[in-house]
């Protein structure tokens, strides 16, 4: 099926969406794009239902034909500062900022959205499998933090992150409880299924 290549004619719509708000480690990275109001790819889906080769080989397709996309984080002290919510839309904010292209819409994968950009928005849920845009986004969002996710799996390699990317699996829990939480891990989050106190 072929996603839908915009809401609205006629306007600049970047869609948006953010990866990583279930993990138990590292940041959560969002992305924002902006497709010609043309574009049409068949391949372009939410991220979850690509496997992981087709996502690589669809990154340098959107990054060659999009107009504009970029790709933003919240840290981890962030998360554990604000909140993972308001960190995903700290996020996806930075992501619009970074377009070259200034947006006259926003496309927001989800139900809700709070931002200090004043850019109109329409949420969509299940937005990532209706537009090609917030699809895109989804994508570039998914394969920039499983990459960084790998990269961190060698400086630590307790917790399987080469595999479950932060979420968590069983491999990521035992790694917990055997060796601990590292510099990475949400202290605000419950990162075993009985409350563990944190030692940083």
Known sequence: ???????????????????????LAGPVMAAA????VDYSNQWINDSKKLGKRQREDLIEEIKGKALAWQVAEATVEEID??????????AMSRAVQGLRINPEHLLIDGNRW???????????IKGDGLYASIAAASILAKVYRDQFMERMAEEF???GWERNAGYPTKTHRSGIETHGPCIWHRKSFRLMKEVIQLEF
Do not use: Q, W
Not at 1 to 14: S, T, V, Y
Not at 33 to 36: D, G
């Open 81 to 90: 500062r604000i909140n993972i919510l308001n960190a995903s839309f700290l």
């Open 33 to 36: 794009v902006i497709l010609p």
């Open 114 to 124: 709070r931002s200090t950009l004043t850019i109109p928005h329409t949420c969509v």
């Open 1 to 23: 099926m072929i996603l839908k290549p915009f809401l609205e004619a006629n306007r600049i719509e970047a869609g948006c969406d953010e990866v990583g708000r279930g993990c």
């Open 157 to 159: 390699p307790h917790y």
